[in-house]
């Protein structure tokens, strides 16, 4: 029997807030279960931009963005710099997938940025075992910071009895006018602007 109730260890253990679950969000040995909701995840390219008030916030392109393009989308705030040093900005490659968090309890977005999950992900897709993502779980966990972090991503099988509770809240979620695409406009994907 675990030591913490589970409202406590949720709020120790903590992987996102909100609609969002972040893999750099998670803590250095921490993991967290998840079940894809969607087959087709949105692909896009992100640079964060700083405001002048040191609030920071995600850009998002379609398509590659130019340096340029960067900066006219961004208005008063400005790229983090890339590797290229100045006059370059930090942008992605990134996936957003709405998820099912079993730690929530509750439909969350996925984004990953992180080359390692993407590759890891790529190749479970690949494996004829798993021809169809959306019906098995997945384990993400994060072991380091900074740039000793590694993750790791494995596929589970579904915990039983959570289908019907899975179902109902993306069924939720979508009656309630859930759009993935929204977050290339900057708005929420769980409401309208």
């Avoid at 250095?28 to 008030?53: C, H, I, K, Q, T």
């Avoid at 899975?166 to 759009?179: D, G, L």
Wanted: charge should be negative; glycine fraction near 8%; charged fraction near 25%.
């Amino acid at each position: 029997m675990a030591f913490l109730s589970k409202t406590a260890s949720t709020a120790v253990n903590a992987s996102a807030g909100g609609n969002y679950l972040s893999p750099s969000k998670l803590s250095d040995g921490g993991s967290v279960r998840f079940a894809l909701l969607s087959d087709e995840p949105l692909e896009f390219y992100e640079s964060w931009g700083s405001a002048p008030d040191g609030s920071s916030k995600p850009f998002r392109f379609d398509v590659e963005p130019t340096y340029e393009d960067v900066i006219a989308d961004m208005g008063n705030y400005t790229p983090r710099e890339g590797r290229g040093g100045l006059g370059t900005a930090d942008i992605k490659f990134c996936i957003a997938v709405p998820v099912f968090n079993f730690e929530a309890g509750a439909v969350q977005v996925l984004s990953i940025s992180q080359k390692s999950i993407l590759r890891e992900l790529d190749a479970i897709s690949q494996e004829e075992d798993y021809t169809n993502l959306t019906e098995w779980d997945f384990t993400l966990s994060k072991k380091g910071a900074g740039l000793t972090t590694e993750y790791k991503l494995r596929p589970a099988p579904r915990k039983k009895g959570t289908d019907a509770t899975i179902s109902a809240a993306w069924e939720e979620a979508k009656s309630n006018n859930f759009q993935l695409d929204r977050l290339l406009t900057g708005g929420n994907p769980f409401k309208a602007d």
